[in-house]
Structure formats: C-alpha cells, structure tokens
C-alpha cells in the first residue's frame, strides 16, 4: 500500500509543477498583451476591447473544436503525449506573438495555441487517474493554488518586463513553455496505464456536440455541467475587461495591474492551496459549491461598484472563495465517471469552456466598450462586472435545483 501511494504523491506533484510553469508563463503576458494591442491600434482603447473580444474568440473556437478529440486521445494514448504537446504548442504560440510584426501575427499564434493547448483539461484527468476519489477536491484545490502561485510572480515579472520591452516578456514566457514540456518529458510519468485505457478511439463523440452528449448522460452530471459553464462565461470577464477597465477607471500602469494580479494569485494560493480541503471536509463538495459561487457573485460586484483602487483590491478577499467552487464541481463530475473515460469528460468540460470563451469575450467587451463609448449615457464601466454578477447567481440557482435537494434527501456529504 504504502509502495502504491509514494508514486501516487509523486505523480500529483509533477503535475503541479507542470501546471505551476504554465500559468506562470500565462501570468507573464497578461498585463502587457492588451496594451500590445492597444499599441497596434493607435491607442484606442474602445477599438482594443473589441479587437481583444474576437482574439480570444479564435482561440476559444480552437478550444471547442479540439478539446474533445485531445480527451479521447488522452483516454486511448495517455494523458503524459497530450501534455508535452500542449508545453510545445503553447512555446511556439508565445515566439510567434514575441515577433508579431502586425496585430494579425497575434491571431496566428493564438489559433496555434487553441489547437494544441490542452495542459490544462488533461491535467484534471491526470489527476483523477492519481488521486482516489475521497480526495480529488483538495488535490483540485492544489491546483488552483498553482493558478494563484503562477499569478503571482508570472504578472508582477510580466509588468516590470512589459515597461522595459513589451516584446520581452513574450520571449520569457516561450522560454518557461519550453522549460516545462522539457521537463515533462524527462520526468512526467504516465498516469493511466495501459489495461485502464479506452479500448478504442469513439469519434462518433470527437466532434464537439458529440462530446457535449455526455454530460446529459446523468441528470446531476448535466446540472453541474450547466453551472460551470454559466461560470466559465463569467470568467471571461477577467481576462478580457480587467487590464482595459483598470487603466481607464483607476488609470493604472502595467507595473500596478502586474501587482494586482499578484495580490489576487496570494489570495488563490491561500484559499485553493489551504482552504479547500478543511472546508470541503467540514461542508461537503455540494456546500462548498455553493459557498463558492456566491463568493464569485459577490467579489464580481464589489469589483463592479468600486469607485477607486483600493476599494477594488478589498473585494479580492472575497473573490477568492470561488476558489471553492471548481474543485467541488470537478470532485463531483469525476465521481459520476469510469477511469477510461474521464479524458472523454474532461474534453467535453474544455469544449464547453470554448463556446463559454466564444460567447464571453464579446459579451463583456462589446458591452464594456458601447458603455464607455464617446456620446453612450450614462457612463457605467462597471457594467461587465454586473452581468458576471448575475451569471454567478443563476449558476448557483442551477446548482441548488440540481444537487442540493437530492443531497438533502438522501443525506449524501461527499467528502
């Protein structure tokens, strides 16, 4: 037992690492893309939201149309293939932007990125593979530590970097890309071993409406699958409106917004990292899912309403208890699925993210843009917060009429 829980605990932290490095890399450029944007259009910021909306348009298309058929790969091949490419794919994606001589470069390296980058949905089932189901939320709560410990350091270098080149760091985060798939390659070990393997590739489910298809399969599965993706939408907001919405309220720099950022990946640290297993033991995954989506409803207001800086770094405390919400939803979802197919289920997760990615980004940025527009009354730049706002609170309706009634009944605590 004990010879079977070492490689266990090993395998899991070779994933965190993995996944650590590539937010890190994403947390290099976040402050300074959008003002690369910015500068490819002459400094309009209106004109940089919508251009900023159909950018993550063509990656989350990308997203939608591959996600399903990397998970039933990851199910036939493993999942340690389908990672080392998405480490390579997203390295090239970020040389490409780095020497992007026009604003249509970015575009191609984004749709390179789309197609390849699955690091992160196979990474969850990876860890379903390693982890025993009593278990799973805390390690998922692990990972979003590693989001918040990539947001930490990843925009507080990003904008130091950004002020000196806004090229560099481009070059800094390909080179960590390259760093991680280097690393998985010489130490990530296969997590699904080849007796627990699909025994065929089903590509009747690889096309996207085919993989949706399963999560109507279990009407709780389908419940979940609902709210996530009403929050999937609503998190578009962040990266799409946070940077544009922050330079023109509070006029802040990319050195300010990469320390932002930092503060807000403390705070995921401290929650997903240390929160989520005490929390999930002490409530239930179905509790804590809850718990968590209304603490997203209310850190999306408060952002909303602040009328200065400081105002917006306090609602960031509570923000940081949605960090409940994904690993409860996750923990929950895998228990419903066989080992053989949670590559399948995690592929169906990540095209549902990339419709979520095709509707939020021109959601929130058309309508940021139209309401801070020249001649648009009344000026209200909260107005994306708002309408994340109210997705919180309809995700939490979805998940209260689907999973707490029957928990209730049956006394059902998932720990």
Not at 97 to 113: C, Q, Y
Request: glycine share 12%; net charge positive; aromatic share 12%.
């Amino acid at each position: 037992m004990q010879s079977d829980a070492q490689p266990r605990r090993g395998a899991f932290a070779f994933i965190f690492v993995t996944i650590l490095l590539d937010m890190l890399t994403l947390g290099l450029i976040v402050p300074v893309l959008p003002k690369l944007i910015v500068n490819f259009l002459g400094g309009d910021i209106a004109e940089a939201a919508r251009y900023s909306g159909l950018f993550e348009t063509i990656w989350a298309l990308m997203q939608f149309a591959f996600s399903p058929v990397l998970g039933l790969l990851s199910d036939r091949y493993g999942r340690r293939p389908l990672i080392l490419l998405s480490n390579f794919g997203t390295a090239c994606d970020y040389a490409i932007m780095a020497l992007a001589p026009t604003i249509g470069w970015l575009f191609v390296g984004r749709i390179f990125s789309g197609i390849t980058s699955a690091s992160v949905t196979t990474a969850y089932a990876y860890i379903a593979d390693v982890v025993p189901a009593p278990k799973r939320a805390g390690a998922y709560g692990m990972v979003g530590a590693a989001f918040g410990g990539g947001f930490v350091l990843g925009p507080a270098v990003g904008g130091v970097l950004g002020s000196m080149n806004p090229r560099l760091p481009f070059w800094v985060a390909g080179g960590l890309s390259l760093l991680s798939a280097l690393y998985g390659f010489f130490v990530l070990p296969e997590s699904l071993p080849p007796e627990m393997r699909a025994a065929r590739i089903a590509w009747e489910r690889a096309n996207p409406l085919g993989s949706l298809r399963l999560l109507r399969s279990h009407a709780q599965l389908f419940g979940l699958a609902a709210a996530v993706f009403l929050t999937d939408v609503a998190h578009q907001v962040l990266p799409n409106v946070f940077v544009l919405y922050t330079i023109y309220r509070y006029g802040w720099s990319e050195s300010v917004i990469g320390l932002t950022l930092a503060w807000v990946g403390v705070w995921s640290i401290v929650i997903s990292g240390f929160g989520v297993k005490p929390i999930v033991a002490r409530l239930g995954e179905q509790r804590a899912l809850l718990v968590g989506l209304l603490c997203g409803a209310l850190g999306f207001a408060i952002y909303g309403l602040a009328p200065n800086g400081t105002l917006f770094w306090l609602g960031t405390p509570v923000m940081a208890f949605w960090g409940l919400a994904s690993p409860a939803s996750q923990a929950l979802m895998t228990h419903r699925m066989e080992s053989s197919a949670q590559g399948e289920l995690q592929g169906a997760l990540g095209s549902m993210n990339g419709v979520a990615m095709l509707i939020g980004p021109a959601l929130f940025t058309q309508t940021f843009s139209l309401l801070i527009g020249p001649g648009n009354h009344p000026n209200l730049p909260g107005a994306p917060w708002f309408l994340a706002t109210l997705l919180m609170l309809a995700a939490l309706v979805v998940v209260w009429r689907a999973i707490a009634p029957a928990a209730s009944l049956s006394g059902e605590r998932c720990a």
